[in-house]
């Protein structure tokens, strides 16, 4: 899987954003959603081999990092479709401009949290 097809999900876009402030344990991942723990380890497993994730034992929990390595190529490969506001909207083109959005979307709230501000586009 290509690490676009696993950002797909929105529980592992989410993953993905929690992962972006440092390591994280599976349980403590787990403990983050209202899903089941098997469900959680299926969503790590694609991000896993999407090569989003990465993961470690230590002592029996696994810990997990966020590899930034393919969201840079997957960067690289949108910059070809900037300004996405000049591409016809039908089509693969409007999946690049939500996935664009959503990325976006994650940057500013991440950095809304980080100044302790609250995140005007959230609720909407």
Not at 19 to 38: K, T
Not at 39 to 54: D, K, M, Q
Request: charged letters at 30%; a positive charge; hydrophobic letters at 40%.
């Amino acid at each position: 899987m290509i690490p676009a097809d696993a950002l797909a999900d929105p529980v592992r876009r989410a993953i993905v954003e929690r992962l972006a402030d440092g390591e994280v344990g599976a349980g403590e991942i787990a403990a983050a959603f209202p899903i089941s723990r098997p469900a959680i380890s299926r969503h790590l497993r694609v991000l896993r081999e999407a090569g989003l994730v990465t993961s470690r034992v230590a002592g029996q929990q696994r810990i997990y990092a966020l590899d930034r390595r393919p969201l840079a190529e997957l960067d690289a490969w949108l910059e070809r479709f900037r300004p996405l506001n000049d591409v016809p909207k039908p089509g693969p083109a409007s999946r690049l401009d939500a996935l664009d959005t959503e990325i976006r979307r994650g940057r500013r709230a991440r950095r809304a949290a980080e100044q302790g501000e609250p995140d005007e586009h959230a609720a909407g």
